[in-house]
């Protein structure tokens, strides 16, 4: 399949600080990426759309001004989250349609981000 | 927006016996149902998906069957193994845009 790359895979970081996780596609070009949140035991829970050359799209409930979203190129898009409190501590994954077939995503290995 | 409903949360089942997970959406619209397999830790790993216009697909062990008119689709795993134990997502999307995930099932196979 696809391969989609998630750099770092874990992060600690204090209070108060921002992280910034990358997600590349490494072999297909991705107009669009998915950002999701998944807390331990539950569920993936979409939290953005990430979309080359213009502005992501958010769900209901997450703030944009705290999880700041850059689609820089066709390969790369970046998830920052500012001011990172413990409640952020969570597994952040991405995503990416392969375009072949047109609905099949491939995730990355997901971001640990523990906050203290 | 799509609401995916997935039963059992928890699925305990013997070697060499079959597991079956089930799958509700609500947008009749929603026509791609994938199906993850993640392993604790590690990224959510496509096992099979299928399309609707499609009413069964079928890979080695695993099937996976859509209804519709109901609005339903399974999982269904046979001959299953210990390396099956992990924790099963359905979702369901609309045209390759964002996925809906199902609140996930747990499945142990007890050796």
């Known amino acids: 399949g696809a391969v989609v790359s998630q750099h770092p895979s874990w992060v600690i970081c204090k209070s108060g600080t921002s992280v910034k996780i990358e997600c590349r596609s490494l072999d297909f070009q991705a107009t669009t990426m998915f950002w999701y949140r998944q807390f331990p035991k539950q569920s993936l829970m979409l939290m953005a759309t990430s979309n080359e050359g213009s502005k992501a799209t958010y769900e209901q409930g997450v703030e944009k001004d705290k999880f700041l979203i850059n689609h820089a190129s066709l390969t790369l898009s970046t998830l920052t989250v500012t001011s990172a409190h413990p409640e952020d501590s969570s597994f952040y994954i991405c995503?990416?349609?392969?375009?072949?077939?047109?609905?099949?995503?491939?995730f990355g290995p997901g971001t640990r981000l523990l906050v203290l | 927006g799509e609401n995916v409903e997935q039963h059992p949360s928890t699925l305990s089942v013997q070697e060499g016996d079959s597991a079956v997970i089930k799958c509700t959406y609500s947008?009749?619209?929603?026509?791609?149902f994938p199906w993850y397999k993640q392993e604790l830790g590690k990224r959510p790993q496509l096992i099979i998906d299928?399309?609707?216009?499609?009413g069964e697909k079928k890979d080695q062990r695993i099937a996976v069957t859509l209804n519709k008119t109901a609005k339903h689709f399974s999982l269904h795993i046979t001959e299953t193994q210990p390396e099956d134990s992990a924790v099963y997502f359905c979702?369901?999307?609309?045209?390759?845009?964002?996925?809906?995930f199902g609140g996930g099932t747990r499945l142990m196979v007890k050796p």
């Open positions: 979702a369901a999307s609309y045209a390759g845009n964002m996925l809906t």
């Open positions: 299928i399309r609707s216009n499609v």
């Open positions: 947008d009749s619209a929603s026509n791609y």
């Open positions: 995503s990416a349609p392969t375009g072949i077939p047109p609905e099949t995503q491939y």
